[in-house]
């Protein structure tokens, strides 16, 4: 059904940048999430935005340094992380969870529980 596609991981130096992009058909009443899972750990959530598009959440670790949007025009999601150091060294997944079917809402969650459709994951890699 829902089907995510994430792109954009890759290899990159501590300091560095990257921008990730979760791509779908049919976003407007989801939420998006952003999860990652590091080696031997959880998955832990890394960000979200509200089906409306305004509303966002960040992780205390990723804060200042993550910034999740959406364009529903283009069918995506984008994750652009800055300042990436060696501890974001993970698979990223983007997630989703249905809002409403007629209407937005401006709140989200990023607890794994509450996201029903997931996407294979990118590997990011920071190291020098």
């Known amino acids: 059904q829902l089907q995510l596609v994430e792109s954009g991981g890759g290899l990159v130096q501590p300091g560095g940048s990257l921008r990730l992009s979760c791509a779908a058909s049919?976003?407007?009443?989801?939420?998006i999430g952003w999860f990652r899972q590091a080696p031997g750990k959880e998955r832990e959530g890394v960000s979200c935005v509200s089906s409306s598009g305004g509303a966002t959440k960040h992780a205390d670790s990723v804060k200042g340094r993550f910034t999740i949007s959406r364009d529903n025009a283009k069918n995506t999601v984008y994750l652009q992380m800055n300042s990436l150091k060696p501890e974001d060294t993970a698979v990223y997944y983007c997630?989703?969870?249905?809002?409403?079917?007629?209407?937005?809402?401006?709140?989200?969650?990023?607890?794994?529980?509450?996201?029903?459709?997931w996407g294979q994951g990118t590997q990011v890699t920071v190291s020098s």
């Open positions: 049919g976003f407007d009443y989801y939420a």
């Open positions: 997630a989703a969870v249905l809002q409403g079917v007629a209407t937005v809402q401006s709140w989200c969650v990023i607890r794994v529980d509450d996201y029903d459709y």
